[in-house]
């Protein structure tokens, strides 16, 4: 008997090691092998132990599976499968960088035709700008007049 409970435990054991450990199935079937052999230890013990450790099976099997997921984001294949929140340091408060509130008032260079969006180069970086009013040319010369969120809101300075 103490064979027959070694067994089961090890089939679950090995359950939980094929969740956590990438074995390609081969703990799966040393599990399903441990598995069959307690049974039959079982039916030789008698009929009523034998569909105990069937119900055992299929109560121990879930939690098995259970225990594993939940150690599997502790192992190193785990860490690498799943994503890990942000600490609260690295998260951006507000939806207004502050290096575009930085370039209110500066003026730079149409990089590309603005109807009305397009790209300029402010301050020696390149932005992505709305134009205000008409349609802006290409290489024009243009004044950053408002940033609403990331939009940066330009217009046209008159030459």
């Known amino acids: 008997m103490t064979l027959t409970i070694a067994l089961l ?5 090995l359950v939980m090691m094929e969740i956590t450990f990438p074995s390609f199935g081969l703990l799966s079937l040393a599990a399903a092998t441990a598995y069959a052999f307690a049974l039959v230890g079982a039916f030789e013990q008698g009929s009523a132990t034998g569909w105990t450790f069937v119900v055992l099976g299929v109560f121990l099997l879930p939690i098995a599976i259970g225990i594993g997921l939940k150690v599997l984001p502790n192992t190193p294949i785990g860490r690498r499968l799943f994503l890990h929140a942000p600490t609260p340091d690295e998260i951006q408060h507000g939806t207004t960088p502050s290096d575009l509130m930085d370039l209110v008032g500066t003026e730079g260079e ?7 969006a397009g790209t300029a180069r402010v301050n020696g970086r390149r932005v992505d700008v709305v134009a205000s009013g ?15 969120g990331t939009r940066v809101v330009v217009q046209e300075v008159a030459t």
């Open 110 to 116: 149409a990089l590309s035709d603005l109807r009305p």
């Open 9 to 13: 435990v090890i089939a679950f054991v």
């Open 134 to 148: 008409r349609f802006v040319e290409k290489g024009s010369t243009i004044r950053v007049t408002t940033v609403d």
